[in-house]
Structure formats: C-alpha cells, structure tokens
C-alpha cells in the first residue's frame, strides 16, 4: 500500500511540475500575444490622430474656414517656417501612414534622418533664397522681416532666417553652401544606401562587358534589381534587403566572328593543298534564344519557396540560360547541410513540373549549388556556330573536337591529342552517333590528311560505311569484327614500331619526331585516331583479344600519336571492362536508364538525369566532376555533302600495305587438320611459358590423346620445340609474336 502511495505521489509530482512548466510558457505566449496586440493598436491609433492633424492643418494654411485656431496655426507655422511648413507637413503625413501601415515600433533612427534630411533641404533653399543680402543688419530686423515674408508664402520664416543668419555669420555664404551640400550628400547615400565605390566598379564592369560584347560577342548581362529605401534594425527592411540583391541572367549572345574565322582558316588552307569543304554545306543556327524573363522569375519564386516549405533558406544569386537547361545557382543559407537540398530533388521537379531536375552540389570553384531546369522549349546545337567560333582555329588545338555548349551557352571544343582517348556511351538513340558524326565533321574542316589518318570501325555496318572514300581514311571502314580486332592488332603493331623510330632519332613523342623529320627532310608521321562506333559487337566475336589491344593502346599510343575514340550503347561490366575504363581518363555519357550504368560510365551518378537527344556529360580528363553539355547535331544530309565534296575534289589512296597486312596469313592455324582447340591451346602455353600433356588436360579438360595431338600440332608450326634430353620442351614465341599471329589472321 505504501509502495503504491510512494509511486502515485512520484508520478502525481512529475505531471504537476509538467502542468505548471506547460502553463507559466502558455501565460507567457498569451502575454507576448496581448502585448503585440496592443502595441499595434497603440501604433495605428498614433498614426490615424497624426493623419487627422496633418488633414487639420493643411485646411488651416491653404484655407481661412478652420476659425480662430485655424488663423492663428497659419500665421505661426507660415511665420516661423514660412513655405518649409510643406515640407513639414509631407513628414507628418510620412510618419502618420508609416504607422498605420507598419507593425509596431517607436519613433526610431529612420525618421530623425529622414527629418535631418529633410531640414538639410530647408536650409540649403534658405540660404539661395537670402544669397542676394550682403548684409543682414540686425538679427532682429532680420527675423522681423522674415516673419512677415513666411506669411506671404516667401523664404523660410523665422526658423530659416536664423539658421541661415547664424552659419553665414560664422562660415560666410560660400562656406555654409559648401557645409550643406557636404552634409547633404553624405545623407543621401545613408537615406538610399548609395556607394560611391561600388557604383564606380559596376560602372567599369559595364564598360568592360559592353567592350566585349562588341569586339567578341559575348553573354549579355542582364541585372535584376530594386533598390529600397534605406532602413534600420528592421526584420521588414532585412527582407526587403534581400531582395533588392542582384540576380544576374546569363544569355548567350550570338558570335559575329565570321570574318576572323574565315580568315584563320585561310591561313590554314595556304599551309596545304588541302581544300576544306565549304561552311555553306552545314545548316545555320537559329535566331538567338528566346528566354521568358517571366519564367525565370517565376522559377524564382518557386525555387525559393519550395525550399522554405522545407525548412530551408536559401537564394538564387545567378541564371545561366543554356540551348536545353536553364542553371539556378543557389546560395544555402547558414547551417544549411548540402545533403539535404540535393535529396530534394524530386519534390524541385514537382514544383516547377518539370521532367527530371539535376543537381550540381556544389558547383566547381564557387559557393553556390547549380539546380538545372529544362527549357521549355530547347534549342538545338548546329556543329555550324562551333565551327565558326574562334576557338575552333586556334593553333593549341591540333585535332579538334566541337563537341556541344555548356549550361552557359559558351562552345565546348576539345583537343583530342589532350585528350588523349575517348570513352562514348549511353542508351538507343540518346545522341553517340551522332556525337561521333560530329567527331569526323571537325577533323575534316580542321585537318588536313597529311596530318591526320582516320581508322573506323563500324560492326552495325550502316553508321559510317557513309564515310568510305574521304582521303583521311587510312584504309577502308571496317566493318567486319574479326578484321576489327586484326585492325586494332595492327596499330598495337604500329604503335610499338613508331617507338623504334624515336628512339632511334633521339626524341620522345611523335611532335619531337616531326620536329627531327622536318629538319633532316624525312617524311613525316600522321596522328591516327581509332574510332570504334559499337565495342559491344567487338566484345562478343573476341573480347580477349579487343581488351588487350585497346588497353595496351590506350596504356602508350599517345606518344606515339595514335588515339581511340570507343563508343558503346551497352554500359555494362562486360563491355566496359575495369582495364578498359581505367585506361581512357575521358569519358562522354549520354542518357541511361539507371543510376548503375552511369556510374559504369562516369564512376559517379547524373547521366540517369539527362533529356536525351544529344544531352550529355563530359568528363574531360583532370576534372573531377562532368560538364553538362548540349551537344552539336549534324544531319545525315549534311554529312553526305561534305563527304562528296571531298571525293569529288580529291583521289582516295588507301594505304595498301595495312590492308593486305590486315588481310593476310602468317599462321593458318584453322586447316582441316588443326585441332579446334589449337588457338587456346596455343595461347595457354604463351601465356604461362610452359608446355606438357598434363597442363593442357587439366587447363582444357579433354583427354591425354587429345593433349599429345595438340603438342604434335604445336610443334609442327614452330610454336614448341622437340623434346630433349630431360623430356621438356621450350615454348619458340613470345606472346607479342603470338598476337601479332592472331592479328594476320583472317
């Protein structure tokens, strides 16, 4: 019973202590709410009495209705202030709305500089008004005389009169003018936040964006911006602060650079008897954007809001208006977590009904997170203006790359031989062939053949068999995926003897080599780029031999000139193997339907994000994280005139001695008595250098009798030796002869 007693009294003292904490924080609330209350009606009672005496007296000055009082308000408000009573009276009402319409304060430190202000003003009229006396005479003439002049609507009454009497006598009337417009100025910019040195540097931030908008066509700047009166220690100013901050709307301009283009690239023409084909060939870009300054700031509002509703500030600072995404750079708050912003991802997408919303968080080299929107109504990238752009004929870029326009709307144009090799993939129909179209495109309008071979492999047979005939090609489109693999043998080959050929002339890459070539009157060696438009269909016929090929050009061929450009619609493990992905550094993912294929791409999530149609991410080597880039698009017509232009204007010469090399054989291992294990076999014993009956039956799992045929086999071709003295053999070839083998095969 006492053990009961003990806990209900325990329990009954909690929720007593409970109830009364509960309550002393609710008399508190309700005292808050009551005080609140009653300053507001306390403020607008204030306010309504002063609007009631302004209306009184400005009956009382303008008319004679108001009575005795009325009379003698007029005479001694016009006789001591004389017309400045307007200017009190325009206060007055200030005050009076101010506080009817305001929350509730006390007479603060805006109003004592808004009526400093106002007498600064009164003073500086007074003393123009009295600038004709030269002499005052007595001060009490002076205040007589001003008197009677206030009742006729002239000067400043009395009050003026002395002030001005008593700076004049003291400073003189230059000095007084001098003080007053000192003092004047000095207000103003406190009363409308006004900065001399930042309006200079935004002076000369204009000038310069207007230079470059006229000598290079760059982005316009557009600023939006309200400037509010200044105030003081106010959560009501605080937010109209906020939002008098600039928000910059980046818009591409179009580029008028048609004229230096055309006369680089004459230039280049002069150094060759190559003959580019025509720019008219390819389709004119559209007029510029069309951006909704209405949806941008609609977006705005939505975007900030959205995020309030889940607890989160945070401001838009900068729009960038790209060809297919709009980029919001968003400023987080104090203690705001990054996490949290891109976990909002869809809830974004819902807001402002769009169809997917990428998330930079945050963006390189600056303070904000980017949240990328799709247009409305996107504009398409014509490979046209990136050819045209001055970029593109820069002499730093030795093969060039035109690939597309950022979120800016600036082109994107990379340096292959920078590169140096070239990962492209992405799901059916998101933009990899037409991205590699736009690949051959810029060689041709840039290189010359001399300097440039093009090796291409097409196992779908119908994306680039279209460009057979152009002089770049070093020979024929491959089209078959056995002479793919002997192709890309080949230039393993021709890799390594390339080598031979520095180490002999003393240099180390191939524009040493064509330094030392053009000095001693050699030939000169060509950059070849390797451009695979399916590695999957590789992959199946011979994924051994393709892998080793491509990781070892891609390990050393850049030295030597020699670059691979893989494209797969297949971003699977399997095709895009860890020695493959991890020996080409550059990467391009176009659209995929899940977050695993883009981080088989890419090593990190966002291409599951992507619109599709040409829409990619480019991971350049040495950034850390992708680019979103529009790219450019070229039509199949287009391709078509250049490419007959080109074999109409110039002779093919396919380089004989590849093909037959490609096309010969060294070893004919596939007779009708080898063994259809004889290749594996033979690669076994390469590999581990070392030959006996029982390591093939355990390797291969078949019989002894099979075993001793395939030795017999083997030693027949000159893979393995005879039998000695101890019963061993030795293994006659190494594994680059054995490729090289494999490579003539048909």
Known sequence: MEKGYNILRKISTEEVKGFMRAKAVSKKKRYKIKKEVFDRLNTEVYGTFLFFVFLFLVFSVSTNKVGIVGDFVKKTLLGCFGVGVFLILAFMLYVSLDSILRRPRVFDKRDVIVFTYILLIFMIFTTFIQANIKTFGSFIKVLKDAYFDGLNFKGFGVFGSAITYTFVSLFGFTGTLIICFSTLIIMSMIVFSFSI???????????????????????????????????????????????????????????????????????????????????????????????SRKDINENIRKLEETLKNFGIEAQVTEVSVGPTITRYELQPGQGVKVSRIVNLSDDIALALAAPSVRIEAPIPNKSAIGIEIPNREPKPVYIRELIESPDFYTLQYKIPFAIGKDVA???????????????????????????????????????????????????????????????????????????????????????????????????????????????????????????????????????????????????????????????????????????????????????????????????????????????????????????????????????EKVVEFLKQNFNIEYNQEVIEEINSKVLDVKDDKADELLIKAIQLVVEAQNVSTSFLQRKLRIGYSRAARLIDQMEERGIISKMDSTGKRQVLITKEQFDEMLMNME
């Not at 030597?560 to 020996?583: C, F, Y």
């Not at 966002?606 to 529009?630: C, F, N, S, T």
Request: hydrophobic content about 40%; charged content about 25%.
């Open 409 to 639: 709307g600036s082109p994107v144009i990379a340096d292959i031989t920078k590169m140096p090799h070239l990962l492209i993939a992405g799901a059916t129909g998101s933009g990899k062939s037409v991205c590699i179209n736009s690949l051959i495109i810029s060689i041709l309008y840039r290189c010359v053949p001399d300097e440039v071979k093009l090796i291409l492999i097409d196992p779908k047979v119908v994306e680039l068999s279209l460009y057979n005939g152009i002089p770049h090609l070093l020979i024929p489109v491959v089209t078959d995926a056995k002479k793919a693999a002997n192709a890309l043998a080949w230039a393993v080959q021709e890799m390594t003897n390339r080598y031979k050929l520095f180490a002999a002339a003393g240099v180390r890459d191939i524009v040493g080599y064509n330094k030392w070539c053009e000095e001693n009157g050699q030939e000169k060696l060509p950059y070849i780029v390797i451009i695979i438009d399916e590695l999957a269909d590789l992959m199946m016929v011979s994924p051994a031999e393709v892998e080793d090929s491509i990781c070892r050009l891609a390990q050393m061929a850049r030295a030597a000139g020699m670059h691979l450009v893989v494209a797969t619609q297949r971003p699977s493990v399997d095709v895009i193997t860890g020695l493959i992905k991890a020996n080409i550094p550059s990467r391009i993912a176009f659209a995929v339907s899940s977050q695993v294929d883009s981080r088989t791409i890419l090593d990190q999530a966002g291409a599951e994000k992507l619109l599709g149609r040409g829409d990619m991410l480019y991971l350049p080597i040495g950034l850390a994280k992708p680019l979103r880039v529009q790219g450019a698009y070229v039509s199949e017509s287009e391709v």
């Open 197 to 291: 040195r930042n309006f200079l540097k935004q002076r000369k931030l204009k000038n310069t964006q207007q230079n470059e908008k006229r000598v290079e066509g760059t982005e316009e700047d557009i600023k939006i911006k309200s400037n509010g009166f200044y105030n003081f220690n106010l959560d009501a100013d605080i937010e109209e602060e906020k939002k008098s901050e600039e928000v910059i709307v980046n818009i591409p301009k179009k580029s008028k650079e048609s004229n230096k283009v055309a006369a680089k690239k004459q230039t280049l023409q002069s150094s060759s008897q190559y003959l580019y084909p025509p720019i008219d060939y390819l389709k004119k870009p559209n007029d510029n954007l069309q951006v």
